[in-house]
């Protein structure tokens, strides 16, 4: 199962991603991730068992037929059933390689923002909601990480709000226990605690 993101530089979609398959199970199906860049603070949170395939492509439009062989070809020596794509740019082009053929396998998206605020601070907002609503309309699946995301979707994209699934961010409980006990002595909240009360 291929993971695809633009980068590892970001937060929740890179985090969740990481801990899916730090958290992978022994199974016939293994996971890879596929980056348009290989950067970002969780490039080394990646374990070195898994493999990470980087495109070195941009997300434009333009680069589509770059982008779709690269996939292609890079892709080529893992049996891929599946590509999980996360974020917006890179589901737009992740679909458009398949509708040019350099996929062949399911595509499920995944959205991790308001596509309602993300489109507006952009220029012809209205075409680019046409074609991502083309676009997603061929997905496998559709998955927002929480019911408000799935609603925003749905209604900026004129999308059946049944057709979108809600799947919360994994939580590694480990990790999460390890910071719950850990020391929390900051600075700050030591320069916090000696301020002059009350604070305003």
């Not at 923002?113 to 601070?121: C, M, Y």
Request: proline residues 4%; positive net charge; charged residues 25%.
């Amino acid at each position: 199962m291929v993971f695809a993101l633009p980068d590892l530089n970001g937060g929740g979609a890179e985090k969740a991603v990481i801990n899916i398959v730090r958290n992978w199970s022994a199974t016939d199906v293994a996971p890879v991730i596929l980056l348009s860049r290989r950067r970002g603070r969780y490039v080394c949170h990646v374990p070195e068992h898994v493999p990470v395939v980087t495109l070195d492509v941009s997300l434009r439009a333009r680069d589509i037929i770059r982008f779709g062989r690269r996939v292609r070809d890079e892709l080529a020596d893992f049996n891929v059933r599946t590509v999980v794509s996360s974020l917006t740019a890179m589901n737009r082009m992740i679909l458009r390689a398949r509708l040019l053929h350099y996929l062949t396998c399911r595509v499920v998206v995944v959205e991790q923002t308001n596509l309602s605020v993300r489109l507006q601070r952009q220029r012809l907002r209205w075409l680019r909601a046409q074609e991502l609503k083309l676009l997603y309309a061929t997905a496998d699946k559709m998955i927002a990480a929480s019911h408000g995301l799935a609603e925003d979707v749905a209604s900026t994209l004129s999308l059946p709000r049944d057709q979108m699934e809600c799947v919360h961010n994994p939580i590694d409980v480990e990790q999460a226990q390890q910071l719950a006990y850990a020391d929390n002595s900051e600075p700050l909240a030591q320069d916090v605690e000696a301020l002059k009360r009350p604070i305003i």
